[in-house]
């Protein structure tokens, strides 16, 4: 084990301990290779020891694959950033935004200023939002019932104009469609084809059978009182789902994530393979929403996501993907590092000034907890050696 791992271990055990968290498997790698690899706790409570091939179900994670998809359709043609998406996706054609209710609660829609784009999907600037974040939108799918996992699913108001507000929410799994629209592959098929074989992603997949969930970290919830109990969801909408959720998705391993990024950090190439230009990778990691205040989440559901804000009193940027801290970080990594994470705190970021790429998987809810903050604190300090 080498000195990285060895600290890693030990500061995460005492993180994951005090933070009444079961177990975590974390990364850490740079243009070069990994660095160190380490499965500190127990794969669930009550259950074996977690192990660096564990795998989790990565959520939000899976955005950054779908962007990348979406990069590579550009680069051959077959996508364009700035078009209106809806002559691709018809159901985004004519956007109605959702301005209230009234006296009768029926939903009060007027149309667009403006046509949907890709680009706008990938920075989150489209409109679009997410029930579990939106008070609004939870009154309005009460009167147009749909199940997660259902293509009706998709199909909500927007929540603003497109292109005058930063929002979190389907953006990604519209991307998804578009990738399949465009490459006439489902997205899974575009990924392993594209993405995963080249990159040697074998533990990576929107299946769910019966031996990924033998491998699979359980997800729990967190308690009024603190504790954790099991909390048996799929966030791809399990065995019904009628789509690839390019928002949410894939189950993969910490070791696959962290060549994605790994990637990411090398400008689009790992290991001699390029998927994508390095021009395109520099134009991810451009911020994109320009004074538009990205990353700060709100909740509408707090046993799904705390209020999240990773850089308080920091404006930071979005990119075609990512998340980007403007100024350096209270904890180690450099400005213009790009990150995201997933709603089952799982974490990865990359910081190309220097030279490192991490992931951090837990597997447990609500997202951005105190708890989990103070995880994924010990984890980057101990990454940039500042503890």
Known sequence: MTDLATRLSDRLAAALAANSIPGAVAMVGNRAGTRAEVAVGAKGLGGPPLTTDTLFQIASMTKAITSVAAMQLVEAGKLDLDSDIGALLPALADPQVLTGFDADGVPQLRAAKGPITLRQLLTHTSGLGYEFMSAELT???????????????????????????????????????????????TLGDWFAAHIFAPLGMTDTGFGFDDAVKARVAPLHARMPDGSLVPFPVHFG???AAEFHSGGGGLTGSAADYLRFTRMLLNGGELDGVRILKSETIAEMCRNQVGDLAAGILKTNLPGMTSDFDFFPGMRCGWGLGFLINPEPGPDGRAAGSQAWDGIANTWFWFDPAQDVAAVLMMQHLPFG??????????????VYGLD
Not at 155 to 165: I, K, Q, S, V, W
């Open 139 to 185: 009154q309005w799918r009460a009167t147009s019932p749909a199940e997660p996992g259902k293509l009706a699913y998709l199909a909500a108001p927007l929540l603003g104009d497109p292109g005058t507000l930063w929002n979190y929410g389907t953006s990604t799994d519209w991307v998804g469609q578009a990738v399949e629209a465009a490459s006439g592959m």
């Open 237 to 239: 909408g399990g065995d």
């Open 369 to 382: 907890e105190p708890q989990a903050l103070a995880v994924v604190k010990a984890f980057e300090r101990t």
